[in-house]
């Protein structure tokens, strides 16, 4: 994988794809899938998401303050509507799912080696977890798989329905 700079992160989540989070606890790493989430500043990239305090991942997320947001493009479409309907409390998803974990290099929780761009990230600001289960995360390092070089992302409409990245259009535009 090669390096993406920081200040491209915000343009790989600000469309809002469906994402998978990755946290390490005690026992083995586990994986959830999460499509509430949204940039919250440029650089460093700060990036806000909602974990549920009945999720497996928001204990582990809380205790050791570090995740990491993999991006998956269509093909694994069937892969993370099966992470996100089963939880890490039962099941050891990377091995029963089929994903491979892959060290990072500044926290403990794995890469995902199938998903197209994997972002390092620690826990910045959690005052609003308990109101909103509502984690503040900046992104330390991002990582983009040059084997896959126009990715399709999809996006959540709910219950399994999903809208697939389509045409890409360009506007004259003076915004970021
Ligand atoms: C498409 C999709 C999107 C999801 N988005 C979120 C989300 O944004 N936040 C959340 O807490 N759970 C979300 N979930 C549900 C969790 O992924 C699900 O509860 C999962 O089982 C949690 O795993 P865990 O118990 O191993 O942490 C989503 C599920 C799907 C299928």
Redesign the pocket.
């Known amino acids: 994988m090669e390096q993406l700079p920081l200040s491209q992160v915000y343009r790989l989540l600000e469309p809002g794809p469906?994402v998978l989070?990755t946290?390490k606890g005690k026992n083995r790493a586990?994986?959830?899938?999460?499509?509430?989430?949204m940039m919250v500043e440029f650089e460093p990239p700060l990036v806000a998401?909602?974990?549920?305090n009945?999720?497996?991942?928001?204990t582990?997320l809380k205790a050791t303050r570090q995740c990491v947001i993999a991006v998956p493009a269509k093909h694994l479409a069937a892969k993370?509507?099966a992470?996100?309907?089963?939880?890490?409390?039962d099941v050891d998803?990377f091995a029963t799912i089929g994903l491979t974990p892959v060290p990072a290099a500044l926290v403990a929780p794995p890469l995902v080696a199938e998903c197209f761009a994997n972002l390092e990230c620690k826990v910045v600001d959690m005052r609003l977890v308990n109101k909103y289960?509502l984690f503040v995360l900046e992104v330390l390092k991002a990582w983009t798989d040059s084997n896959q070089p126009d990715p399709k992302t999809i996006h959540?409409q709910g219950y399994?329905t999903?809208v697939v990245d389509g045409e890409t259009i360009r506007l004259p535009s003076k915004m970021p």
């Open positions: 469906v989070l946290t586990n994986v959830m899938t999460l499509s509430w989430h998401c909602v974990v549920s009945g999720d497996h991942s928001f582990a993370v509507v992470v996100g309907n089963c939880s890490g409390r998803k289960n959540h399994g999903f």
